[in-house]
């Protein structure tokens, strides 16, 4: 299994709503991310975690809240978000933690991505 | 601060063409450098992955090569087809962490 997985696609939610995007990946890898992109910009880093713990916090807004339950599972929990919140959140994961050098340990793998809308 | 740099931002040709995409980074202390390859409202795609030693690699009709010290990658695709049509990203990772930074993409459409 290669692939990244997220749910759900697509995303509508209004702005006092509580809900959570969900990342899946059974290739072992250590590291996993998530990246919010707006309509033709590039994806920008919100959060990483290696061995399930919070590296990396790209001073994102309390109301993105990650977590990562085990090693194959990325959740980011959304409550009273923003209409400017709307975009295509993107979740990926690497075979090693942030700073191994080996290429095949830190290529990142993405998912497809959920279309999220806030109303 | 790492600014990564894609020229052209968007680029049109005929069926068969062989063509190039650039990027540009400010920093030349990079890990590695990632070409990605995105369609509409999708995810990324890995296409190739170029360790800062390396100087290209190579996947079928695509060759991405590195000039480290001149801040300098070329993504070339030989004998392009309307299929190729996406944005390329290119993105560098800086030092030793994770925190790759993207370039902002090239929109390549290839006419049949």
């Known amino acids: 299994d290669t692939e990244v997985t997220q749910t759900p696609k697509h995303l509508v939610m209004g702005m006092t709503n509580k809900k959570s995007l969900k990342c899946e990946q059974h290739?072992?890898?250590?590291?996993m991310y998530w990246y919010k992109q707006k309509a033709k910009k590039p994806p920008e880093l919100m959060f990483v975690?290696?061995?399930?713990?919070?590296?990396i916090n790209e001073s994102v807004p309390s109301r993105f809240s990650p977590e990562c339950p085990n090693s194959s599972l990325l959740n980011l929990h959304l409550h009273a978000l923003q209409p400017e919140d709307s975009a295509l959140y993107l979740c990926?994961?690497?075979?090693?933690?942030?700073?191994?050098?080996?290429?095949?340990?830190?290529?990142?793998?993405f998912g497809p991505g959920t279309r999220l809308t806030v109303t | 601060k790492q600014e990564v740099t894609q020229i052209p931002a968007a680029l049109s040709v005929p069926e068969g063409e062989n063509l190039v995409l650039n990027c540009s980074f400010t920093?030349?202390?990079?890990?590695?450098l990632q070409w990605f390859r995105q369609d509409p409202g999708k995810g990324l795609t890995s296409l190739l992955l170029?360790?800062?030693?390396?100087r290209e690699q190579t996947s079928g009709r695509l060759n991405a090569s590195l000039d480290k010290s001149s801040g300098r990658s070329t993504l070339y695709i030989a004998a392009s087809q309307p299929g190729d049509s996406a944005t390329y990203l290119c993105a560098v990772r800086p030092g030793g962490n994770n925190d790759m930074r993207f370039g902002a993409g090239t929109r390549l459409t290839v006419k049949p």
């Open positions: 920093d030349s202390a990079i890990y590695n």
């Open positions: 990926a994961s690497s075979r090693g933690p942030p700073g191994q050098y080996l290429t095949k340990e830190n290529e990142q793998y």
């Open positions: 290739m072992g890898h250590r590291a």
């Open positions: 170029i360790q800062s030693s390396q």
């Open positions: 975690y290696s061995y399930e713990k919070l590296s």
